[in-house]
């Protein structure tokens, strides 16, 4: 057993050197850790990749998500602000960020910086983001999130219900925001990146079914 056991403990220390050293690992490593329900552990991670390659922090609009379940709201909205610089088109970075500002300083001083979108044609991001800017209605979210049938549907109903969830936790309405949260996370959930940061919520905030 002893003769067996030392490769094993040399591996499992040669693959964290790798996991130090090796931009994709480390940003595997935030991305798992995150998904975990370990905000904290999957900042350290990605903080660690921007230190071997900083030209990869604008990227990082991951490392934004872990920031804000981290409660680093600060950190969340320069994260955002910097991801805005190479994704021009993206209502969700701009709702992030609105969210960041909104719990560290409130939703009125969130909208004098909330950032104009244009061209993000994916449903239901204009009533999303209009709802985010005050010009809109959880109506009109969920009722673009209708277009569709099948998986197509249950996507937009799983993105309706996400920023709804999203918007009511930092407008301060916890029990739509709990509401809205667990359809994004079990009733319309998806297995892809803001499908799973539903579950990721529901499990933080211990709203789990």
């Known amino acids: 057993m002893k003769r067996r056991l030392l490769p094993l403990l040399l591996l499992g220390l040669l693959s964290s050197v790798r996991a130090q050293d090796n931009p994709d690992a480390l940003f595997q490593q935030g991305v798992d850790l995150f998904f975990a329900a370990k905000p904290k552990e999957s900042v350290a ?4 990749l921007i230190a071997l390659v900083p030209q990869s922090k604008p990227q990082l609009w991951q490392r934004g ?8 709201f600060k950190g969340g909205r320069e994260q955002f602000e910097v991801h805005q610089t190479v994704n021009g088109n993206d209502v969700e970075n701009a709702a992030w960020h609105f969210l960041c500002i909104a719990k560290g300083e409130g939703v009125e001083a969130a909208r004098k910086v909330f950032i104009p979108i244009e061209g ?5 991001m204009k009533q999303v983001h209009e709802l985010f800017a005050g010009k809109g209605s959880e109506e009109a979210v969920l009722k673009a999130a209708e277009e569709g049938e099948g998986e197509r549907l249950r996507n937009h109903r ?3 219900h996400l920023y709804l969830g999203l918007y009511y936790e930092a407008t301060g309405d916890d ?12 009733d319309f959930a998806m297995d892809h ?8 919520h529901v499990k933080i905030r211990g709203w789990e079914k």
Not at 120 to 124: G, L, V
């Open 45 to 48: 991670a990605f903080d660690k």
């Open 65 to 72: 998500l872990a920031l804000y379940y981290a409660g680093d």
């Open 120 to 124: 993000d044609s994916r449903i239901p």
């Open 158 to 160: 799983c993105y309706a």
């Open 175 to 186: 029990a739509k925001a709990k509401e809205h949260m667990l359809k994004a996370a079990h």
């Open 193 to 200: 990146y803001m499908g799973r940061v539903a579950q990721v």
